[in-house]
């Protein structure tokens, strides 16, 4: 899948009848992020432990939280 990165990095997640149950993604999820071999390419999964709060999540380095997004930042 090809996504359009916003103005401020926010990147529009797949509806989400693409996904199962189990990874159905919410408001507040935690995901890690990994760059790819080729470096064009980030895989986005959710991270183990939901319970970190937002200073935990910046100092993982590696990590984001899924939130709201806004329809102004694809303009």
Not at 12 to 29: Q, V
Not at 30 to 46: A, G, H, P, V
Not at 48 to 67: F, P
Request: net charge negative; with cysteine; glycine share 6%.
């Amino acid at each position: 899948m090809i996504v359009t990165v916003g103005k401020n990095g926010a990147i529009p997640l797949p509806p989400d009848e693409d996904f199962n149950e189990e990874n159905k993604l919410k408001i507040g999820d935690i995901l890690q992020c990994t760059l790819m071999k080729d470096k064009r390419s980030i895989k986005l999964e959710k991270f183990s432990d939901q319970s970190l709060n937002d200073e935990e999540i910046k100092a993982h380095g590696y990590l984001c939280r899924v939130e709201e997004l806004n329809p102004k930042d694809f303009e």
